[in-house]
T-cell receptor, first 114, second 110 residues
Framework: NAGVMQNPRHLVRRRGQEARLRCSPM?????VYWYRQLPEEGLKFMVY????????ESGMPKERFSAEFPKEGPSILRIQQVVRGDSAAYFC????????????FGQGTRLTVV | AQSVSQHNHHVILSEAASLELGCNYSYGGTVNLFWYVQYPGQHLQLLLK??????LVKGIKGFEAEFIKSKFSFNLRKPSVQWSDTAEYFC????????FGTGTRLQVFP
């Protein structure tokens, strides 16, 4: 059973471009969570999704950021018109229904905006 | 709002020393508690978790943590650290989503 898969591992974007980060949850997991880790800071919750639904997006910046988890395919975190301050490691986690977020994190995508 | 505080930002130890990392949380209801470790350049790995039952939880690699409800604490301990324990350690509390502390960087010198 493959773990949570994130790609790409590293992503470089110029200011103003779009960044798309993908997360494939573990098999059988229908809940996905996105976190952002800034240098010298802990992980900050961004958004919690179930299939085709956004459950909690209280940690998402109001502009330029969006997330989806379609019925088929991976969850996507999309950042439009990236700025230098978006440079961070973005982690995805998944869990089976009803168990909350526990053990299963992906390896993260390190976004660098130049 | 839920929050997690980790008091030690940077801890430096020699091998074989004992370790205790503090973690306090603020939430009045039922919580699940976690400690994660992040080795340099790697993703988060679960060390241990507390959902209910025995408040002394044993995890992987010789780590343990004690949940003290009256103190809202979940401190991580290891009796004798190794150089390979050098990493960043995160405490987290979960109700419907994980809230992380800011992490403690542990450096162990041979």
């Amino acid at each position: 059973n493959a773990g949570v898969m994130q790609n790409p591992r590293h992503l470089v974007r110029r200011r103003g471009q779009e960044a798309r980060l993908r997360c494939s949850p573990m098999k059988g997991h229908s809940h996905v969570y996105w976190y952002r880790q800034l240098p010298e800071e802990g992980l900050k919750f961004m958004v919690y999704l179930q299939k085709e639904n956004i459950i909690d997006e209280s940690g998402m910046p109001k502009e330029r950021f969006s997330a989806e988890f379609p019925k088929e395919g991976p969850s996507i975190l999309r950042i439009q018109q990236v700025v230098r301050g978006d440079s961070a490691a973005y982690f995805c986690a998944s869990s089976p229904e009803g168990q909350g977020v526990g053990a299963f994190f992906g390896q993260g995508t390190r976004l660098t905006v130049v | 709002a839920q929050s997690v505080s980790q008091h030690n930002h940077h801890v430096i130890l020699s091998e074989a020393a004992s370790l205790e990392l503090g973690c306090n949380y603020s939430y009045g209801g039922t919580v699940n508690l976690f400690w994660y470790v992040q080795y340099p350049g790697q993703h988060l790995q679960l060390l241990l978790k507390y959902f209910s039952g025995d408040p002394l939880v044993k995890g992987i690699k010789g780590f343990e943590a004690e949940f003290i409800k009256s103190k809202f604490s979940f401190n991580l301990r290891k009796p004798s650290v190794q150089w390979s324990d050098t990493a960043e350690y995160f405490c987290a509390v979960n109700t419907d989503k994980l809230i992380f502390g800011t992490g403690t960087r542990l450096q162990v010198f041979p």
